[in-house]
Every structure is written in C-alpha cells, then in structure tokens.
C-alpha cells in the first residue's frame, strides 16, 4: 500500500528582471521615451539591427532567505505553467539544432552523404517544438475564450466587446 501523497512544493527568490536595449536617439531623454513606448507595445524584446537586445536575464537579490513550503496536496498533478511549456519547447528546440548539426557533421565525415535517420531525428525534434509552439498558442484561445474575451469561429478568432473593454482598462492603467 502506498501512503504517499503529492506535493506542490514552492520556493521564492527575489529577482530583478533587468533589460537592456540599444536604442538610437538624440538624447537620453528621448531614448527613455522610445524604449517605454517599445515595452507597451510589447515589441522592446524584438532582438533587431535598429534595436538590439542587448542583455535580458533575471539576478538574484540579496537578503532573502531560501524557503521551501508546500501549496498544495493533490490527486493528479496540475498541468504544467506556460513558463514550464516554454522552457520544454525551449529545449525541444535546441535538441532539434544540434541534432542537424551533428547530422551535417556526421555528412561531412561521410564524404558528403547525409543519413535519412540523423536527419529523421532532427525533424521529428522540430516537429515536437513547434507541437508545443501550437499547443500554448491553442490553451491561451481556449483560456481567452473562456473568459469570454475572444470567440473562436472557424478558424477565426474575434475580440468580443469584453475583449475590447479589457484592453482599454489596460491601456488607461499604463497611461496613469
């Protein structure tokens, strides 16, 4: 008889989440204003030639006490957190391009000829990331339209009025 139950364990850390951005402008006040305006249209973190990310990584605070406390007594685990999706089709990702380049390295040592099977693996690693890719994309629809902000009609998605009401009161909260 097995008398373990699950657990949902947590620990915090405090982070700062810190960006940098290169942004050209005739002066600092103005490269301030660019970047504010980038990160509420949500497009600060678009890796580009005219504005590069520069750095984008999260440094532990000092102070905090590492503490572990359980939140949770379960049946079946919870369904992963979209950051955890991420992290997986992150690593899916990864996976699938150094699989390519071990099948282009294995190619060349071969003389040339690249294996069906090397390369097989490699798609079916790319397949599975943009699986994860699709599915997220479908759970927040589904989410969206469960809390009535979307409708999905054929293929179709629509911002209902709710929806639209929504992004207002967002936009007036950035603006105050």
């Not at 049946?75 to 996976?95: C, G, K, T, Y």
């Not at 979307?150 to 009025?161: A, I, Q, W």
């Not at 639209?164 to 950035?174: D, E, K, L, W």
Request: aromatic share 6%.
């Amino acid at each position: 008889m097995n008398t373990q139950k699950r657990y949902v364990v947590e620990y915090a850390l405090d982070y700062e989440h810190r960006v940098q951005v290169g942004i050209e402008a005739r002066s600092p006040e103005e490269a301030v204003r660019k970047a504010e305006r980038a990160f509420d249209r949500g497009s600060l973190w678009q890796d580009s030639e005219r504005r590069p990310l520069l750095f984008d990584d999260y440094e532990e605070r000092d102070g905090r006490t590492l503490e572990f406390n359980v939140v949770a007594v379960v049946d079946a685990w919870p369904a992963p957190d979209a950051s955890v999706l991420r992290l997986r089709r992150e690593a899916s990702a990864m996976r699938a391009c150094r699989l390519l380049v071990d099948a282009y390295r294995h190619g060349e040592e071969s003389g040339g000829s690249i294996e069906w099977e090397d390369l097989d693996e490699a798609h079916e690693a790319a397949l599975a990331a943009l699986r994860g890719e699709a599915d997220a994309i479908d759970r927040e629809l589904l989410e969206l339209e469960r809390r009535k902000l979307v409708e999905l009609r054929g293929g179709t998605v629509r911002l209902t009025r709710d929806g639209y009401v929504a992004i207002a009161q967002r936009v007036r909260q950035r603006q105050s």
